[in-house]
């Protein structure tokens, strides 16, 4: 995202840039490496999908389990955005329940939710499903806010 819409209008405006869309400029270069798209968004939920490649797999070819991490915690930044918070966040930690492997080549949906938003500490989750609407992997999270500086777009390249 490389520019801010005012205040009140974060959803909608990321609903018009990104919504339905294989995210490829978003702040988070991890998350444009993932070729996700971003399927739902609204204050405090996000949900996107995206296939599973070969670079994200274990030797069973498999996703790896950092990857799923990734996603989760990608997924769970889509949430936090929303919100329009005044701070900045980032994880005290995610806790994730690995339950269900799904293979290179198949698509995932992950849907996340903020459960609570603290004066300090977020807590949000978020549940994995393939296709099939199988529970791949499930997780919580807890961040808190932070004055770090998002780093400009001149910074970043």
């Known amino acids: 995202m490389d520019t801010r819409p005012e205040k ?3 959803v909608e405006w990321i609903k018009e840039h990104y919504l339905g869309r294989e995210v490829k400029d978003s702040r988070s270069e991890a998350g444009n ?4 798209t971003l399927e739902e968004i609204e204050k405090g939920r996000a949900v ?3 296939t599973v490649r070969k670079e994200m797999t274990n030797p069973y070819g498999n996703i790896h389990g950092g990857m799923m991490s990734l996603v989760i915690d ?8 929303s919100l329009e918070a005044e701070n900045h966040y980032t994880s005290l930690n995610l806790g994730v329940d690995f339950l269900y ?3 290179e080549g198949d698509r995932l949906r ?3 939710r903020v459960v609570r938003h603290g004066k300090k500490i977020v807590n949000a989750e978020c549940h994995v499903y393939d296709m099939q609407h199988r529970l791949l992997a499930k997780a919580s ?3 808190i ?5 998002l780093k400009t777009q001149n910074e970043q390249e």
Do not use: F, P, R
């Open 8 to 10: 009140g209008k974060l």
């Open 33 to 36: 490496w993932m070729q996700l």
């Open 48 to 50: 996107i999908s995206m």
């Open 74 to 81: 990608e997924c769970i930044g889509w949430a936090i955005v």
């Open 101 to 103: 492997a799904i293979k």
């Open 110 to 112: 992950s849907e996340a």
């Open 141 to 143: 999270s807890n961040l």
């Open 145 to 149: 806010g932070t004055h770090m500086k």
